[in-house]
């Protein structure tokens, strides 16, 4: 039972690898059942014992997409500066992370690939802990007083949404034949972010 157990998580790591490479290469349209264990040289059978439909593909996809995103950045070392922190972990490991898996950031966070809304519940709880990682991050900022009276939800949705933007236009500027290291305008971004919340306090005009 053991072996068996081995080989069927195996077998689905392959399937997931396969149906990364197609949603990156060929989209959303490619991506089948059939094509997925053509492409690992098995049977459609051993697809849906492994992970099941073209869904339950997208699902897998999204699980290992926050899952990767969490390891990432929980991997970054932390230091004494909390500041110098967030931004690591937005640059070394989401941005690291959106431009190594274009496909992951395409199902987990603009979503293009996903048109049934259970296939986005089936990895909530994935998308949840990756959160988390980020939440401890801005709690460290809270605790040391640099997010200006915000909450750490709404300093979280900030960060998320520059991150995703910044992410966004990486994988563009890719399809057209790329361009600069984008290293220092990430750290330009989310610095002038930052010193703007230690500058205006949340609810005042100024803010």
């Not at 697809?47 to 999204?62: C, F, N, R, W």
């Not at 007083?145 to 915000?150: C, D, L, T, Y």
């Not at 949404?161 to 966004?168: D, M, V």
Request: glycine share 8%.
């Amino acid at each position: 039972m053991g072996r068996k157990r081995v080989h069927n998580e195996e077998t689905a790591e392959a399937l997931l690898d396969a149906a990364e490479r197609i949603l990156e290469a060929e989209g959303l349209e490619a991506l089948t059942v059939r094509r997925v264990a053509d492409e690992v040289g098995t049977t459609t059978r051993a697809v849906y014992s492994s992970l099941g439909s073209k869904d339950a593909l997208i699902a897998g996809l999204g699980v290992r997409g926050f899952a990767l995103l969490a390891a990432k950045v929980a991997a970054l070392p932390r230091t004494d500066d909390p500041v110098a922190d967030l931004i690591a972990g937005c640059v070394s490991g989401f941005r690291a992370w959106a431009l190594a898996h274009p496909a992951l950031f395409q199902v987990t966070f603009q979503q293009r690939a996903i048109a049934n809304p259970e296939v986005r519940e089936r990895f909530e709880p994935a998308r949840r802990e990756a959160l988390e990682v980020l939440l401890a991050l801005i709690r460290r900022l809270q605790d040391s007083g640099h997010i200006g009276g915000r909450t750490v939800l709404e300093a979280t949705w900030q960060v998320s949404s520059l991150c995703e933007g910044l992410a966004a236009q990486d994988l563009r500027m890719a399809t057209w034949g790329g361009g600069p290291d984008s290293t220092p305008i990430w750290t330009d971004a989310l610095s002038t972010l930052i010193a703007g919340w230690q500058a205006t306090r949340h609810g005042t005009p100024s803010a």
